[in-house]
């Protein structure tokens, strides 16, 4: 791959192929990022979830939100409470889980602009978009204004196959981590793009 077009640049898993790039733009309160990964079988998506308040709980110092919220908090690899952007051959769709398994649904809460889709001839996938730093379920729902720069927010990643016009179970090609989206070299050092 060439260099990075983002001023962050990272793998965040080795064994996909998975990177992620981003600009941030908090005077606008954006985020521009870019995804990629080798998708396999040919045709497959990458996906990339945003919960704004994912590690958010008693044990930060913090009130308990109502489970109806679906924050995510109960199970760190489950996908309850993401906004999710996917990404496949035939375009870029957001979607939201509101359970920790199982297809998440078509959702427009997630606005997100420039978004759009390039397949490359090795199968590589790589969905492009911007989204506000303050949106999604929790806002449109909710009227929750929590922003996914913060500590209390992960993001979650994956990949797999288009089955039926739908995402299929992605299996283990799928994770989970914190990203400090302002600055991010002290804990992601070893994941940046070579």
Not at 9 to 35: K, M, R
Not at 50 to 60: I, K, M, S, T
Request: aromatic share 10%.
């Amino acid at each position: 791959r060439g260099p990075s077009a983002y001023s962050n640049c990272y793998v965040l898993s080795d064994v996909l192929g998975f990177t992620l790039e981003w600009d941030l733009d908090a005077a606008a309160g954006l985020l521009h990022v870019s995804i990629s990964a080798a998708v396999l079988p040919a045709g497959g998506y990458v996906a990339f979830g945003f919960r704004p308040l994912g590690r958010y709980g008693p044990a930060d110092g913090h009130p308990d939100l109502p489970p109806s919220l679906g924050t995510g908090t109960a199970a760190k690899f489950g996908m309850r409470g993401a906004d999710i952007v996917l990404g496949h051959a035939g375009g870029v769709e957001t979607r939201y889980a509101s359970d920790f398994v199982g297809t998440p649904a078509l959702d427009s809460s997630l606005a997100v602009t420039n978004a759009s889709t390039a397949v490359a001839g090795d199968g590589r996938v790589t969905v492009s978009f911007t989204r506000p730093l303050i949106g999604g379920k929790l806002k449109a729902a909710y009227n929750v204004n929590a922003s996914i720069v913060s500590p209390e927010a992960d993001v979650l990643w994956a990949v797999g196959a288009m089955g039926g016009g739908a995402p299929s179970y992605h299996g283990h090609a799928r994770g989970l981590r914190f990203v400090d989206w302002k600055t991010p070299q002290a804990a992601m050092a070893s994941f940046t793009c070579s």
